[in-house]
């Protein structure tokens, strides 16, 4: 079973701020996918990266999936109250197969 | 278009009992699967559903255990429960790929 390990476990920063969390395995990545999850709700998607050195970006957030497809990161500029909550990353089991593995997440509070 | 809906969202039992919980998927999707997030972790796979039949598992004991009907929707049983069984159980259903997550079920076992 594929491991993922994120950092930070916690941030805390002010509105305004930018900040980048990190997904790292020791093994390739099928593909990788981003979720945020806020109190009481199930995690939501926001992104899926396949290929490797792949830039996506979704308004002020700003995925990017490492060469080697091992690692990736997301970059949120200009961080607004609304974006705190827990991110994780997850990763297929295979590609197309919807068996997910999540980390542990990093748990972002967004200070006004 | 109602998500994925899941009930009851909580529910308090006690070691030993047994516990049934249930999850209707997004209209129109054919694939369910269940996790559990303990406490300041990440969800973990327990099982997933395609037409009626148990499609893959994670490493989870027997004494969990679903159902998927014919209308899709999906139940989770959990037998002789323990105190490490507390959590939040997460629906999510899927058709094609991406998955959708209900907001879960907080059971403590206390």
């Known amino acids: 079973t594929q491991l993922l390990e994120q950092s930070p476990q916690f941030l805390s920063i002010q509105e305004g701020e930018n900040l980048t969390v990190y997904c790292n395995s020791s093994?390739?990545?099928?593909?990788l996918q981003w979720y945020r999850q806020e109190p009481g709700e199930g995690p939501v998607l926001l992104v899926t990266?396949?290929?490797?050195?792949e830039v996506k970006k979704l308004k002020r957030l700003t995925f990017q999936f490492g060469d080697a497809r091992k690692d990736s990161s997301l970059h949120i500029t200009a961080a607004q109250p609304g974006d705190t909550g827990l991110y994780l990353c997850?990763?297929?089991?295979?590609?197309?197969?919807?068996?997910?593995?999540f980390g542990t997440g990093t748990r972002l509070t967004i200070i006004p | 278009d109602a998500g994925v809906t899941q009930s009851p969202t909580h529910l308090i039992k006690t070691r030993g009992q047994q516990v049934t919980l249930r999850c209707s998927p997004k209209?129109?999707?054919?694939?369910v699967s269940w996790y559990q997030q303990a406490l300041g972790q990440g969800p973990q796979f327990i099982f997933q559903?395609?037409?009626?039949?148990?499609?893959q598992r994670g490493n989870f004991p027997d004494r969990f255990s679903g159902h998927q009907f014919p209308n899709y929707s999906s139940e989770l049983n959990v037998n002789a429960l323990l105190l490490g069984d507390s959590a939040l159980y997460l629906c999510?259903?899927?058709?094609?790929?991406?998955?959708?997550f209900g907001s879960g079920t907080q059971l403590s076992v206390l």
């Open positions: 999510a259903s899927s058709l094609g790929g991406k998955l959708f």
């Open positions: 093994s390739v990545f099928s593909s």
């Open positions: 990266v396949v290929t490797g050195g």
């Open positions: 997850a990763s297929e089991a295979g590609f197309g197969n919807e068996k997910l593995t």
């Open positions: 209209s129109g999707h054919d694939t």
């Open positions: 559903y395609y037409e009626e039949e148990e499609r």
